[in-house]
């Protein structure tokens, strides 16, 4: 049967937060605020219903095999691995008071995520003070205000922080001042302050307000110079050693240099990665902002090369890798990824093959901007019209459903695995606190050309499948079609279970899917 805290978890994912458990249009007017004087009294949960499935009337597709080992690979999955960074603009938002909107609810619903602020807008927009100054034209303020009201939702999610630092105006004295205030706001939430976001992109000059150092004037050596001074300048400030990460990059040259320095107070190297940045290709198989590219084993391929590069480095010095900022494209604006299934469908592998790589943190970047128009990548954005004043309930994507289903294998290690029978299936097992072992399997083939694949999984001895939980659409390319289905015992008829005998189950996996399946040991 079902684990108690599975039902818990599943209990919650029967929309307590999402309308019909979908990623719907975002065109949905903004509900009610969910604050204590106005919200419903808490409805008494429904009882599961059995997991079923949805097959359509195409052709079945490849038979495959999945056998799961008995050992453990020595990674895993915490809550850490399934985070969300933030740009650092949105500090100022209004709605991390979770008396303003739902996004403490909706980022409480993946666990305890952990939570980063960066991005490009941190060298360029965003203005830090104490004193009470005036932002600069074209910049955006931030205050220890601002950080007392995000502590809000911090701490009532119990997430743990990292926290940029601007260094595109050089100003030692200031960001030491920020990072002062952030160690009293955030006390042990706060794991990780970095200085800067991703220097090795302050010679851009691809649009107007990108480049913020010459070329003449920035390499590694002077980045790590100017790094020392702001990391000196915060101990003075606060008194004692703050935890330092960085460089969060993709230059394997960036990251040498930041490790090379030995700052005594390093934590952390921080990795960047997008699936998908040629923002102007429109081919497929390629690396542009097409759909179809996420799905490519060429994807899958090239981030367990670029991740291998920062383990590598980061195992050398023996500091652990985080991936601060990752997401399905580093394209601006709608393209075709947005709000497609195909966004889920990858950002499900993703979490579990970086994981399972030895990635101890991640965290997908989003916006709190309005969807339309917005990051494609964002796993939450506001409802069309608001946003831009910190206005709206914040709404779901398909990859914060395929979180919300990554979720389910929180506090669990890694078991090996191999399957075989079709590639564009990909599997992942671990065996979590209670000793049950959960199996998620991604089926990359497209339900509008095929309606299943037929799956035999071997487990070790002595574990018998009792239920599962799905995210599933009509087709890989459906825009907000995304549904989440929550975990529960299989149904005698739907469910797609042809066989489940111990150590052994058969299962009609549909096409578009990704499924967890639970094994229960046998007393």
């Given amino acids: 049967m079902i684990s108690k805290a599975t039902k818990s978890l599943a209990a919650l994912l029967i929309c307590g937060l999402l309308a019909a458990c979908s990623s719907g249009p975002t065109t949905q007017e903004p509900q009610a605020s969910n604050s204590a004087t106005t919200a419903p009294a808490t409805p008494?949960?429904?009882?599961?219903?059995?997991?079923?499935?949805?097959?359509?009337?195409?052709?079945?597709?490849?038979?495959?095999?999945?056998?799961?080992?008995?050992?453990?690979?020595g990674t895993s999955l915490s809550d850490d691995n399934?985070?969300?960074?933030?740009?650092?603009?949105?500090?100022?938002?209004?709605?991390?008071?979770?008396?303003?909107?739902?996004?403490?609810?909706?980022l409480g619903a993946l666990g305890h995520p952990g939570l980063r602020f960066g991005g490009n807008v941190l060298d360029r927009e965003t203005f830090w003070t104490s004193t009470g100054e005036e932002a600069p034209k074209g910049k955006t303020l931030v205050t220890?205000?601002?950080?007392?009201?995000?502590?809000?939702?911090?701490?009532?999610?119990?997430?743990?922080?990292?926290?940029?630092?601007?260094?595109?105006?050089y100003d030692p004295k200031r960001g030491a001042d920020m990072a002062k205030y952030a160690v009293k706001t955030f006390g042990d939430h706060l794991i990780g302050i970095s200085i800067g976001n991703e220097p090795n992109g302050y010679t851009n000059d691809a649009r107007p307000g990108l480049q913020v150092r010459k070329p003449s004037q920035w390499n590694e050596k002077k980045y790590v110079t100017q790094v020392r001074a702001y990391v000196k300048a915060i101990d003075e400030a606060t008194g004692k050693k703050v935890p330092i990460v960085g460089p969060g990059v993709f230059d394997g040259s960036w990251m040498s240099a930041f490790l090379n320095a030995q700052l005594p107070n390093t934590t952390a190297l921080t990795q960047h990665y997008y699936a998908t940045y040629e923002c102007s290709s429109d081919k497929v198989p390629g690396r542009g902002p097409e759909?179809?590219?996420?799905?490519?084993?060429?994807?899958?391929?090239?981030?367990?090369?670029?991740?291998?590069?920062?383990?590598?480095?980061?195992?050398?010095?023996?500091?652990?890798?985080?991936?601060?900022?990752?997401?399905?494209?580093?394209?601006p604006g709608t393209n075709n990824t947005s709000r497609t299934h195909?966004?889920?469908?990858?950002?499900?592998?993703?979490?579990?093959?970086s994981a399972h790589l030895g990635v101890e943190r991640m965290n997908m970047h989003s916006m709190l901007g309005a969807c339309r128009g917005g990051a494609p990548?964002?796993?939450?954005?506001?409802?069309?019209?608001?946003?831009?004043?910190?206005?709206?309930?914040?709404?779901?994507?398909?990859?914060?459903?395929?979180?919300?289903?990554?979720?389910?294998?929180?506090?669990?290690?890694?078991?090996?695995?191999?399957?075989?029978?079709?590639?564009?299936?990909?599997?992942?097992?671990?065996?979590?606190?209670?000793?049950?072992?959960?199996?998620?399997?991604?089926?990359?083939?497209?339900?509008?050309k095929q309606s299943k694949n037929p799956l035999t999984v071997n487990v070790p001895k002595g574990y018998r499948a009792t239920g599962a939980a799905q995210i599933y659409a009509p087709g890989n390319g459906a825009v907000e079609k995304t549904?989440?289905?929550a975990e529960a015992p299989f149904a005698a008829e739907g469910s797609g279970v042809t066989k489940n005998a111990t150590g052994k189950l058969q299962l009609d996996?549909?096409?578009?899917?990704a499924t967890t399946i639970e094994f229960t040991k046998k007393k």
């Fill in 44 to 73: 008494t949960p429904e009882p599961l219903p059995d997991f079923v499935q949805d097959f359509n009337n195409k052709p079945a597709g490849k038979a495959a095999t999945l056998n799961v080992g008995s050992s453990n690979l």
């Fill in 82 to 106: 399934i985070g969300v960074s933030f740009e650092a603009t949105e500090l100022s938002d209004p709605r991390w008071d979770p008396e303003a909107g739902n996004l403490d609810e909706m």
């Fill in 144 to 169: 220890p205000q601002d950080l007392e009201r995000v502590m809000k939702t911090v701490k009532k999610i119990d997430s743990k922080v990292t926290i940029g630092i601007p260094l595109g105006h």
């Fill in 291 to 331: 759909w179809q590219n996420l799905l490519d084993p060429v994807v899958s391929k090239s981030a367990a090369k670029m991740l291998g590069i920062g383990l590598a480095k980061a195992n050398k010095k023996k500091v652990p890798l985080w991936v601060e900022e990752t997401g399905s494209t580093s394209c």
């Fill in 342 to 353: 195909a966004t889920a469908l990858w950002t499900i592998d993703h979490i579990f093959a």
């Fill in 377 to 448: 990548m964002s796993v939450v954005c506001s409802a069309d019209g608001t946003g831009s004043n910190g206005e709206g309930q914040v709404l779901a994507q398909p990859n914060y459903l395929a979180m919300r289903l990554a979720s389910l294998s929180i506090g669990s290690q890694f078991m090996s695995t191999k399957i075989s029978g079709d590639k564009n299936i990909a599997a992942y097992a671990v065996k979590v606190k209670n000793g049950n072992v959960l199996v998620t399997v991604i089926n990359k083939n497209d339900a509008a």
């Fill in 483 to 485: 549904q989440l289905r």
């Fill in 509 to 513: 996996v549909a096409a578009s899917s």
